[in-house]
């Protein structure tokens, strides 16, 4: 099977596309070796001192080390890449917000056994989430290269659009890429980390947004300590959920922006709810023509 691969000067709208036909996208070379350099030697110290996984499901010869914004300010450049916030936008474009979901640099160490193939949509406590409705863009960032011996991200394409299944191995395919390129993929696709047959570690940098209303993987409020939130630009404060994630979630105090936090400003402001009539008016205005519709 071919795998699918989009030029570093694909659009969000064609990585959207070819999410919604595939679940998956693979965009070759879409940030420099510089940027990845940088990250690396931030980052590094911490992937040293993290321990290896506890169970099957994490890896017991796999590291996750997290806290990237406040461990790596180039991370901070990786998460805000216009490339990935675009497609993450368009994905998860029937919710009012989306908002970063987790950070985190996965190693695949020498003599890790392949992940078992799962949805990453089931961290939700195993909603079942309507089938149309993307709750989560995920992007594993190629920090090394990425080959199939080395334990490239098996997928399974298509399996989106599926009901829930149990896959083999030989049912997926390795997406096999360059460092600096990366693997976009839908909550709802089918995915493990591979085997790691190779003496090479391998390593990816998972940033992943999720829909602005559900609760985060990674705790961004609690890891990134608010002295360092406070010096960083109000975009990136914003994709990390210092912003309402629809109308109702995430106030501070008196009904107040979760920016005030941070930045208190000269005077205090209650949020402003014309948008819940208006949404409301929406509901009811689809309501009332969907009673319509069914009492002829
Ligand atoms: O590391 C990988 O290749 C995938 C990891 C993964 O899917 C997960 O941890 O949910
Ligand atoms: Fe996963």
Redesign the pocket.
Known sequence: MEVVHLPATATPDEINAALRDHGYAIVDNLVPADLMDRIDAEMAPYVQDTLYGDDG???KH?K?TGAMIARSPAARELIMNPTALGAAGRLLEKATTFQLHLT?I?S?FPGSKA?PI?R?QV?WDFFPFPQDYEVQC?I?WALTDYTEEM????VVPGSHLLPDKHYTIEESIA?EMTRGSA?FYTGKVY????ENRSDKV?Q?I?ITYAVGWVRQEENQYLTTPLEVARTLPEDLLKVMGYQMGCFAMGYVGDFEDPMTVLHPPAERKVLNTDIIARKAGEAMDAQKLYADSTAA
Not at 151 to 154: F, K, L
Not at 191 to 194: F, S, V, W
């Open positions: 499901f994490v890896g796999t996750r985190q996965i695949v992940q799962h990453d961290a995920n594993l334990g490239a991200t098996r997406a693997l995915h493990g980390a591979g391998r990816a998972n």
